[in-house]
């Protein structure tokens, strides 16, 4: 299952286009990141311009190895 805390699905699917998303930097770079919670994030990257590839999904130092 992607979604490890499955309590999340609503909250994911409140987030709708209102994503609030960001690109990232240095080792992220082309890749863009947004928030479900106060601490996971999802990460993807556009393989299209209609298609996202999600990449990574997970606590923050998860995500981001930090």
Same mark, same amino acid.
């Given at each position: /299952?992607?979604?490890?805390?499955?309590?999340?699905? $609503?909250?994911?699917? +409140?987030?709708?286009?209102?994503?609030? =998303?960001?690109?990232?930097?240095?080792? /992220?770079?082309?890749?863009?990141?947004?928030?479900? $919670?106060?601490?996971? +994030?999802?990460?993807?990257?556009?393989? =299209?311009?209609?298609?996202?590839?999600?990449?990574?999904?997970?606590?923050?130092?998860?995500?981001?190895?930090?």
């Amino acid at each position: /299952m992607l979604i490890e805390k499955p309590e999340l699905k $609503d909250e994911i699917s +409140r987030k709708d286009t209102r994503l609030d =998303s960001h690109e990232l930097t240095k080792r /992220m770079e082309g890749g863009s990141s947004f928030s479900i $919670d106060g601490d996971v +994030r999802v990460v993807y990257e556009w393989t =299209s311009k209609n298609t996202v590839r999600f990449l990574k999904l997970g606590g923050h130092k998860k995500v981001y190895g930090v």
